[in-house]
Structures are given as structure tokens and as C-alpha cells.
């Protein structure tokens, strides 16, 4: 079944395509009534998805290929080629005049790694710190000129099902950094923690990890909140750049809500905002399939890959293997270990890795259910490391909850 987010169909052509300005129709728009605030940007969002809704897009036949540079950390820097290659495809998008409020939609053509702009505008795709450019529909825009004009939305060509769909999405920028979109990141997603948190309740799903509990009476709330930071940000921009890192993830909540990463698929298979997989190996039931086997009381939609893009569910199946993970660590340490300060440390690492290598490290390391020391994870695999890197980062900044004071 098709994600609810992709609709129509682009066409494939042979022939070069051309950039240009779309001729919508609109209302005219009252300067008076203008600013610069989170309602009146959604306003402009829901807008513009209204604008593009019609304009129809093309995507080649033949992928032209193109290199991008990708820099690392680790325990030293390393800067790489990378290798891609890609079809010609057009691309609308939904440009904001930041004075005046006037909206206009320009198709864009992406010509291997070359952005063509329409006659009378500059529209440059930005460089990421990690040297990340062309990023699908999350790609980053700046516009040179027209001046104080932004990039609100785009309509991206996208595969689905074997054929070519339009996505509709609002890629993070720099110039949508607002402070109130930021903060209308933060609140959708305490809200759907606790939307999640809520839904385990009404169903009584009960905890694996302590007999006797509810679920979400295990773990705190604030466990779960920093899932999409760990999951979504870059450790090289997280540590070059934590503002950046930090706002990247609450802009593209604050401006997508439900649709956020829906379409996120990396080369392991993890899907969705939490990057949540399903690989059957040998028969056996991947993560998600065994999590909705072993909480049955849950009732996840049985659909992996539309229930990693719904943030609800997906929030659900977090937290529940998070849960499932404690009790494996209860086995091997004890109950005690449910109240160690670094409890959140070692399901956040559990979960990104298997929780075997979290057991093989705390004994590594000497560490015992009681124990609090700093370097307990070095024993982990190096993404697993980075991982923490950023959990300590986000507590330290005190992310998401400044955001919602």
C-alpha cells in the first residue's frame, strides 16, 4: 500500500528538461496581515503544498553520475570521494519572499550533481559539514537571489512501488531556524511520546522487563525524546556544530510534523524517524516483527513499513524495545541495575546495537549493575560510541525540554 504522502505520478522522458518559473493561481497576498511567526509559516506550508498540488515534474531515463565528498570522525578526521549517479529529474519549488509574504514556485532541474536554476533566480544547493549535498527532498537550499527569499517546501519526484510519485516536503534550512518553529518541533514531539505513552496505557501492555508494571511505568518519558536527535543527527555536525545538529532535527519536526523522515531508509534497512528494522535472517523475525510478536497487547500495525513511518507506532515499538532490551540487562546484572545513572546510556547504546555488545562492554569494562563510570562503552562498536557522544551532548544542552519551557 502506497504512504498516504506520495501522490500522482511524474513522467520519465528522454529529453533534457528545462528549468522555469510555474504559473499558479493565487490569491493576493496582504502585506499588512504578514510576519515572520510559526502560524503564519505553517499558513505558508499548507499553501504552497495547495500551489504544487497540480504542477506535474519529469524524471530521465538515464542516471548521470556524480561525486560528492563525505567527511568523518572517528579517532581522526577523514575526508572521502563518494560515488553517485542519479536520473535528470525536475524539481518544484516553493519559494517565500520574507517581506513581503508573496509566494512563488520555480521548477528547478537536478542534472547529476548540478542544480539548474530558472532564468532570474540563483538557488545553490548548501554543502553540510559532513559534506553531505543532494539529500532527495530533505536536500538543503539557499537562495542567493531573489534577496530575503527562502526555500518553505519542495515537490520531489520519488520510487515507490515501482513506479515514480510525488513527495511534498519541507527541507530544513538555515533561514527556517526560527525560534517558534524550533519549539513547534519540540511540542510535536513530546506530544507524541505522549500520544505513544498514552496508547500503551489505554491497551494495558504490560512490562517484560518488571513483572507486575505497565510498560510505560518502567522508563521515563524523557528516555524517548532524544530517539530522533540520536537517530536523525550527524555526529560530525552534532560535534562541530550542536546548535546546528540540534535545530536540524527540531526544524524539520516543526515544519513536517507527521511526515518527518516517513521516507528514511538507510543501507541496513532502518526505517522511519526512530530508524526502527525488520531483517528476517534465516527465517527468524527481524526487531520489529519480534517486538510486535512479543507485546501482542500493543497491537502495532503489522505492516513494517508503514508502521516505521507512522510516529506514533513507531514510538510505540520504541519504547517497548527499550523495555524488552532492560530485561535482558536485568538477567544478566540484576534489578539493580533499573536504577543506575546511566541506565538511559546503556539502552540508548542497546538499542542502536545489539544488547549483547552493551553486556560484553559493562563486563569489559569492570563495570557492575552500580556502576556510573564515564568510559563503560568501549567496548561498543564506534557507531555505537557516537551515539552517546550525542545522548551526553543532548542532556547536557537540555534538549528537547528548553525548547518547551
Known amino acids: 500500500m502506497p504512504l498516504p504522502w506520495l501522490v500522482a505520478a511524474a513522467k520519465k522522458s528522454s529529453n533534457p528538461f528545462r528549468p522555469g518559473v510555474i504559473r499558479v493561481k493565487k490569491e493576493a497576498v496582504k502585506n499588512s496581515s504578514w510576519s515572520f511567526t510559526e502560524p503564519q509559516i505553517q499558513a505558508k506550508i499548507k499553501e504552497g503544498t495547495e500551489l504544487v ?24 578526521i577523514s575526508v572521502s570521494s563518494q560515488k553517485f549517479s542519479d536520473y535528470e529529474r525536475e524539481i518544484a519549488l516553493v519559494l517565500l519572499h520574507q517581506k513581503s509574504g508573496k509566494l512563488d514556485v520555480v521548477k528547478i532541474v537536478k542534472r547529476g550533481g548540478q542544480l539548474v536554476s530558472p532564468p532570474g533566480y540563483q538557488i545553490n544547493v548548501v554543502e553540510r559539514m559532513n559534506g553531505i549535498k543532494w539529500n532527495h527532498w530533505a536536500t538543503q537550499y539557499k537562495v542567493v537571489s531573489p534577496k530575503d ?20 516536503y519541507s527541507p530544513f534550512s538555515n533561514d527556517l531556524a526560527h525560534p517558534e518553529i524550533l519549539k513547534e518541533g519540540a511540542r510535536y514531539l513530546n506530544e507524541v511520546v505522549e500520544r505513544a505513552r498514552k496508547d500503551l496505557r489505554d491497551h494495558q501492555v504490560m512490562s517484560r522487563s518488571v513483572p507486575g508494571k505497565l510498560v ?44 518527518a523522515w516517513t521516507l528514511s531508509s538507510n543501507y541496513a534497512g532502518a526505517n522511519g524517524w526512530v530508524q526502527f528494522t525488520d531483517n528476517w535472517k534465516r527465517g527468524k523475525p527481524g526487531t520489529y516483527s519480534s517486538i510486535a510478536r512479543l507485546y501482542p497487547m500493543a497491537k502495532l500495525n503489522p505492516n513494517f513499513k508503514e508502521g516505521a513511518a507512522d510516529h506514533v507506532n513507531s514510538m510505540k515499538a520504541a519504547i517497548l ?17 533499573a536504577q543506575n545513572s546511566k541506565l538511559d546510556e546503556f539502552l540508548a547504546a542497546a538499542y542502536n546495537g545489539p544488547p549483547s555488545k552493551v553486556i560484553s562492554s559493562l563486563n569489559q569494562s569492570g563495570s557492575t549493575a552500580t556502576a556510573t563510570r564515564s568510559n563503560w ?6 557507531e555505537t560510541e557516537g551515539y552517546i557522544a550525542k545522548l551526553r551532548l543532548l542532556k547536557e544542552k537540555q534538549v528537547p525540554q528548553k525548547y518547551l519551557d
Open 53 to 76: 498540488k497540480n504542477v506535474t515534474l519529469g524524471v530521465g531515463d538515464e542516471k548521470i553520475p556524480y561525486t560528492e565528498k563525505r567527511i568523518r570522525s572517528g579517532e581522526s
Open 149 to 168: 527569499t527562502i526555500v518553505i517546501l519542495n515537490k520531489y519526484p520519488v520510487e515507490a512501488n515501482g513506479t515514480i510519485e510525488y513527495f511534498v
Open 216 to 259: 510505560i511505568d518502567v522508563l521515563p518519558a524523557d528516555f524517548f525524546k532524544h530517539l530522533p536527535f540520536l537517530e536523525q543527527s550527524d555526529l560530525l555536525e552534532a560535534l562541530w556544530d550542536s546548535d546546528y545538529a540540534i535545530n536540524r532535527v527540531l526544524g524539520t519536526l516543526g515544519s513536517n510534523k507527521d511526515k
Open 321 to 337: 524495545l527499550y523495555d524488552n532490551n532492560l530485561g535482558l540487562l536485568v538477567k544478566e546484572f540484576g534489578t539493580d541495575i
Open 377 to 382: 562503552f568501549e567496548g561498543l562498536f564506534a
